[in-house]
């Protein structure tokens, strides 16, 4: 089920794959260094988001190249078919060495997810995210990592703490909970959970590539999205 206005958009892979890097600045609120950059080749540009491995913040409970973990995130949106993930690459030869580069959302940035609930407009998308965010166990889905472009569709960004094998989900989405899944969303889930997922080989362990077709075959069984575990912490902090 994926969002309208796909079709007719620029190669914004090959270009954040072979583009030159130009920084422009940092992101100062980010935790690790998050870097706001412009990548040119051939005549065309974009703003994008360089996240450098090396400017990582060590964490107890993720492995070092949470940059990989940016571009599985995109991969996985990708092979579900729902749009949800911008364009991410990772970069070998880039100013300040390996990282992620995702394409910059062009967004009104006040329009975080608690405002985004209020339109009507936005929930289908929104019920995807959370639905992605079980599939992804993500641990860290801030109302600010909810974004809509001006062209009305929705991107989660910020995907870096993915993929743990053990239950991590927290998140602000969770107004949806219980509620059943599409039968278009669930066949998704379907292809997912039966799919050797060749590729993500590259970019996560084989145990975490086990644990997202467990996760999105139990998403199918139940039909519904999961209800709040009230003994686990549910919500990233801050909120925003």
């Known amino acids: 089920m994926p969002q309208d206005q796909r ?19 940092r992101i100062a609120w980010s935790s690790n260094a998050t870097l706001l ?14 996240k450098p491995r090396a400017g990582e913040r060590p ?19 990708e092979e579900l078919g729902w749009g ?13 060495g390996p990282g992620s580069l995702q394409r910059f959302v062009d967004a009104d ?7 985004l609930l ?25 109302a600010g990592h909810c974004l809509r472009d001006q062209r009305g569709r929705i991107f989660g960004i910020d995907n870096g703490l993915c993929f743990h094998v053990e239950p991590k989900l927290r998140t602000v989405i969770w107004d ?29 362990s084989q145990p ?5 077709r467990a996760r999105s075959s139990n998403l199918v069984t139940d039909g519904r999205l999961p209800i709040a575990d009230e003994n686990a912490p549910n919500y990233p902090w801050p909120l925003l």
């Open 7 to 25: 079709s007719q958009t620029p190669d914004y892979l090959g270009l954040l794959g072979s583009g030159s890097i130009e920084i422009e600045g």
């Open 37 to 50: 950059v412009t990548v040119s080749e051939g005549g065309l540009s974009t703003k994008a988001i360089y």
């Open 59 to 77: 964490l107890w409970d993720f492995p070092a190249g949470l940059d990989r973990r940016e571009v599985a995130a995109y991969v996985l949106s």
């Open 84 to 96: 949800l993930v911008p364009e991410t690459v990772l970069r070998n030869e880039a100013p300040l």
């Open 109 to 115: 940035f006040s329009l975080h997810y608690f405002r």
């Open 118 to 142: 209020e339109d009507p407009s936005c929930r289908p998308a929104l019920i995807e995210l959370a639905a992605f965010d079980v599939v992804a166990n993500n641990a860290d889905r801030k």
């Open 176 to 204: 949806f909970a219980g509620d059943r899944l599409t039968d278009a969303a669930r066949e998704d889930l379907a292809r997912i959970s039966e799919s050797c997922l060749d590729s993500l080989s590259d970019l996560l």
């Open 208 to 212: 975490e590539i086990e644990a997202i």
